[in-house]
């Protein structure tokens, strides 16, 4: 199909007003995969654009002792893994204020040593008690960490005192509605709702932030997103990778808790809300929560699950799942998951959401399309295939190749009438040039500034899980046949099936 490429004014460097107050992050896990590679080159990048306060410091925490080698560790992920030079003139300073203390995390001792190493932190680098937790340790941790800093004083400000103390919790966030529940719980017994910061790094992504922009900033768009214009909608999050020898998470999550529960809904949200009245954190909560509580309950029979056996992935064979590291041999986890939303207000109204995330899959992209209603092509139906031309569509690219495409028709050149889809493409590279970003830049910046806009809300991750516990249940309850697709496929033919019924087909991606 030929591409049209889409001309974009010179854009303007952004430029940031909002600094956060001195501070620490403390970083629980920080020996762990997260910290190295994307949390430490994020705080970098920040810094090499002005966005840290002058008065900061990093600190890791984690069980064994790397006071020697966890700022050199650290080092190496700023420049590897976030495109630094390692001549560039910050690193240097910035590194002197990335420090590290260990404990374990059931250790009362070990954090009221921790809390009396901050403070003297604080005199040195002028932090002034602001302290933003980062919970990047494995889920079982979570309340924990939080009862003990709790009992360490560590939880909340001194009273009287005008410090702040925030907690970002990494996902998942519970296992199913009971869980979260209970999570939500705990973390509440010790924080008030308003220090919790739930990660979601979906919405760290430039992506995901600009349908809202695409959206409400944009007069042509908003008038057609809806029951009356659109036929449907399809959220796609697929994964050519395997499971990277994470066996044993995997086992436990499987891809309708690891994607569909929290990255696909949060990604519905912003393409379903209705235009909140500005973008503070209650506004665009309240009206994804809207929308989330409008989805119908969700029959098993427009769920599909699946599991990839051995395939070919990038002309190389793959084994099936059930072969992999630490996998049960008969395991019955699904690493695909689709499923049939409605959205029953007044916009969306008859208009199904088909969403799907799966490992294995033919090709690494993440992507919403919109399928617009066809118009009657009555009047180009005398030349042989001219009707042929499929229904209009947006296509978001959320990863990789981050853009926006539109597919119209257009007349083919020659004698004739003959109408041929084409792509106006917008490319965010070719727009912006390429960025180094990992999208938790932003997502830690909008934490030491208070702003929690793009994180989940408690009343948010129960009514997701309570979409999705009952789908879990009853998969737990009936045994399917397993394998049921080819690893570097598109997944079960089930999942054909499922918009087949409705006289649908997945768009190609
Ligand atoms: N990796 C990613 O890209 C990614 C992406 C999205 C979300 N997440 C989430 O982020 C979280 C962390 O992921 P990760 O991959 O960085 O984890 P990880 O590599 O498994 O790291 C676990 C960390 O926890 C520490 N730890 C474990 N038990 C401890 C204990 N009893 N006392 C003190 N420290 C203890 C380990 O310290 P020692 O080394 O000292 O044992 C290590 O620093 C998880 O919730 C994950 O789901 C990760």
Same mark, same amino acid.
């Given at each position: 199909?030929?591409?049209?490429?889409?001309?974009?004014?010179?854009?303007?460097?952004?430029?940031?007003?909002?600094?956060?107050?001195?501070?620490?992050?403390?970083?629980?896990?920080?020996?762990?995969?997260?910290?190295?590679?994307?949390?430490?080159?994020?705080?970098?990048?920040?810094?090499?654009?002005?966005?840290?306060?002058?008065?900061?410091?990093?600190?890791?925490?984690?069980?064994?002792?790397?006071?020697?080698?966890?700022?050199?560790?650290?080092?190496?992920?700023?420049?590897?893994?976030?495109?630094?030079?390692?001549?560039?003139?910050?690193?240097?300073?910035?590194?002197?204020?990335?420090?590290?203390?260990?404990?374990?995390?059931?250790?009362?001792?070990?954090?009221?040593?921790?809390?009396?190493?901050?403070?003297?932190?604080?005199?040195?680098?002028?932090?002034?008690?602001?302290?933003?937790?980062?919970?990047?340790?494995?889920?079982?941790?979570?309340?924990? @960490?939080?009862?003990? &800093?709790?009992?360490?004083? =560590?939880?909340? +400000?001194?009273?009287? !005192?005008?410090?702040? $103390? *925030?907690?970002?919790?990494?996902?998942?966030?519970?296992?199913?509605?009971?869980?979260?529940?209970?999570?939500?719980?705990?973390?509440?017994?010790?924080?008030?709702?308003?220090?919790?910061?739930?990660?979601?790094?979906?919405?760290?992504?430039?992506?995901?932030?600009?349908?809202?922009?695409?959206?409400?900033?944009?007069?042509?768009?908003?008038?057609?997103?809806?029951?009356?214009?659109?036929?449907?909608?399809?959220?796609?999050?697929?994964?050519?990778?395997?499971?990277?020898?994470?066996?044993?998470?995997?086992?436990?999550?499987?891809?309708?808790?690891?994607?569909?529960?929290?990255? @696909?809904?949060?990604? &519905?949200?912003?393409?379903? =809300?209705?235009? +909140?009245?500005?973008? !503070?954190?209650?506004? $665009? *909560?309240?009206?994804?929560?809207?929308?989330?509580?409008?989805?119908?309950?969700?029959?098993?029979?427009?769920?599909?699950?699946?599991?990839?056996?051995?395939?070919?992935?990038?002309?190389?064979?793959?084994?099936?799942?059930?072969?992999?590291?630490?996998?049960?041999?008969?395991?019955?986890?699904?690493?695909?998951?689709?499923?049939?939303?409605?959205?029953?207000?007044?916009?969306?109204?008859?208009?199904?959401?088909?969403?799907?995330?799966?490992?294995?899959?033919?090709?690494?992209?993440?992507?919403?399309?919109?399928?617009?209603?066809?118009?009657?092509?009555?009047?180009?139906?005398?030349?042989?295939?001219?009707?042929?031309?499929?229904?209009?569509?947006?296509?978001?690219?959320?990863?990789?190749?981050?853009?926006?495409?539109?597919?119209?028709?257009?007349?083919?050149?020659?004698?004739?009438?003959?109408?041929?889809?084409?792509?106006?493409?917008?490319?965010?590279?070719?727009?912006?040039?390429?960025?180094?970003?990992?999208?938790?830049?932003?997502?830690?910046?909008?934490?030491?500034?208070?702003?929690?806009?793009?994180?989940?809300?408690?009343?948010?991750?129960?009514?997701?899980?309570?979409?999705?516990?009952?789908?879990?249940?009853?998969?737990?309850?009936?045994?399917?046949?397993?394998?049921?697709?080819?690893?570097?496929?598109?997944?079960?033919?089930?999942?054909?099936?499922?918009?087949?019924?409705?006289?649908?087909?997945?768009?190609?991606?």
């Amino acid at each position: 199909m030929p591409n049209t490429e889409v001309s974009v004014n010179t854009p303007v460097p952004h430029k940031a007003e909002r600094k956060p107050d001195p501070c620490i992050v403390v970083i629980f896990g920080a020996s762990g995969d997260l910290t190295k590679r994307k949390l430490l080159p994020a705080l970098y990048h920040l810094e090499q654009h002005g966005l840290l306060p002058h008065d900061f410091a990093v600190v890791g925490v984690a069980r064994r002792d790397l006071s020697a080698t966890f700022a050199p560790d650290m080092k190496d992920g700023i420049v590897k893994g976030g495109g630094v030079e390692e001549s560039d003139p910050k690193l240097a300073p910035f590194m002197e204020r990335v420090q590290y203390f260990a404990t374990n995390f059931d250790d009362d001792e070990g954090f009221l040593k921790l809390k009396a190493y901050l403070a003297d932190l604080d005199t040195k680098f002028g932090t002034k008690a602001n302290r933003l937790f980062y919970l990047a340790v494995a889920p079982e941790f979570f309340a924990d @960490i939080i009862q003990r &800093l709790g009992k360490a004083g =560590m939880a909340t +400000p001194a009273e009287g !005192a005008s410090n702040w $103390v *925030r907690v970002i919790i990494e996902k998942p966030f519970g296992t199913d509605l009971k869980s979260a529940r209970k999570l939500n719980d705990e973390v509440n017994a010790v924080l008030s709702e308003n220090q919790i910061f739930r990660i979601d790094h979906y919405l760290g992504k430039e992506t995901v932030q600009n349908i809202l922009v695409f959206r409400f900033a944009n007069g042509i768009f908003e008038p057609v997103w809806n029951r009356n214009y659109i036929d449907h909608v399809e959220i796609t999050a697929a994964e050519s990778i395997g499971i990277e020898g994470r066996g044993p998470f995997y086992e436990q999550a499987g891809a309708l808790r690891d994607v569909l529960q929290n990255h @696909i809904m949060e990604v &519905l949200s912003f393409v379903a =809300m209705e235009p +909140p009245d500005s973008f !503070a954190a209650e506004a $665009v *909560r309240a009206e994804k929560l809207k929308v989330w509580r409008s989805i119908e309950p969700i029959p098993v029979t427009d769920t599909v699950r699946g599991q990839y056996g051995p395939g070919t992935v990038d002309g190389k064979p793959a084994v099936g799942y059930r072969e992999e590291e630490r996998v049960n041999p008969e395991s019955q986890q699904a690493t695909f998951a689709a499923a049939k939303l409605h959205i029953e207000n007044w916009r969306w109204a008859g208009v199904p959401f088909y969403v799907r995330a799966a490992k294995r899959l033919a090709k690494r992209v993440t992507e919403v399309t919109i399928v617009f209603k066809q118009p009657p092509l009555h009047l180009f139906k005398t030349e042989a295939g001219s009707s042929d031309i499929g229904p209009n569509l947006i296509s978001m690219r959320i990863q990789p190749d981050e853009g926006i495409a539109l597919r119209f028709g257009a007349k083919v050149p020659g004698p004739t009438t003959n109408v041929a889809p084409v792509n106006m493409d917008f490319s965010y590279a070719k727009a912006f040039g390429k960025s180094s970003a990992n999208g938790y830049e932003r997502l830690l910046l909008d934490a030491m500034l208070g702003d929690a806009t793009l994180f989940a809300h408690r009343d948010g991750v129960e009514a997701t899980w309570a979409l999705y516990t009952p789908i879990l249940e009853a998969w737990a309850k009936e045994k399917i046949d397993l394998p049921n697709y080819a690893a570097g496929t598109w997944g079960p033919k089930a999942s054909d099936d499922l918009l087949a019924a409705d006289g649908r087909a997945w768009t190609e991606l």
